[in-house]
C-alpha cells in the first residue's frame, strides 16, 4: 500500500493460489468496518494492483479479501496509510 497522489492509494498484492476466483479490496477508515473499494477479477497472475481514488486524509487501513473457487474467503493482513492534509 503506497500513496499515488495527493488523494490516490496503490493497493498491490500477490497471489500464489490458484484456486482464487476473485479479490475484493477493502477500506476501513476505522480499522474495525471495512468497505468495498473494487472487485478484481483472478486472471492467473501472481501480481495485482488496485487504486483508491479521493481517499480523505488521515490513517486508512486496507485489506484484500481473496474469494476462493469453493465460495470460502481469505483476508489479507490489514495495512495501513497515513495521508496528510496540506494546504
Same mark, same amino acid.
Given at each position: 500500500?503506497? #500513496? @499515488?497522489?495527493?488523494?490516490?492509494?496503490? %493497493?498491490?498484492?500477490? &497471489? @500464489? @493460489?490458484? *484456486?482464487?476466483?476473485?479479490? &475484493?479490496?477493502? !477500506? +476501513?477508515?476505522? /480499522?474495525?468496518?471495512?468497505?468495498? &473499494?473494487?472487485?478484481?477479477? $483472478?486472471? /492467473?497472475?501472481? *501480481?495485482?494492483? *488496485?487504486?483508491?481514488?479521493?481517499? $480523505?486524509?488521515?490513517?486508512?487501513?486496507? #485489506?484484500?479479501? @481473496? %474469494? =476462493?473457487?469453493?465460495?470460502?474467503?481469505?483476508? +489479507?493482513? &490489514?495495512?495501513? %496509510? !497515513? %495521508? =496528510?492534509?496540506?494546504?
Amino acid at each position: 500500500v503506497h #500513496r @499515488a497522489g495527493k488523494s490516490n492509494v496503490e %493497493i498491490a498484492w500477490t &497471489v @500464489a @493460489a490458484s *484456486s482464487v476466483t476473485q479479490f &475484493v479490496v477493502e !477500506r +476501513s477508515y476505522d /480499522g474495525d468496518f471495512f468497505d468495498n &473499494v473494487t472487485t478484481v477479477n $483472478f486472471d /492467473g497472475s501472481s *501480481s495485482y494492483k *488496485s487504486k483508491d481514488v479521493g481517499v $480523505f486524509p488521515g490513517v486508512i487501513y486496507y #485489506r484484500v479479501t @481473496a %474469494i =476462493m473457487s469453493d465460495g470460502t474467503t481469505e483476508c +489479507s493482513p &490489514v495495512e495501513t %496509510i !497515513r %495521508i =496528510m492534509q496540506h494546504g
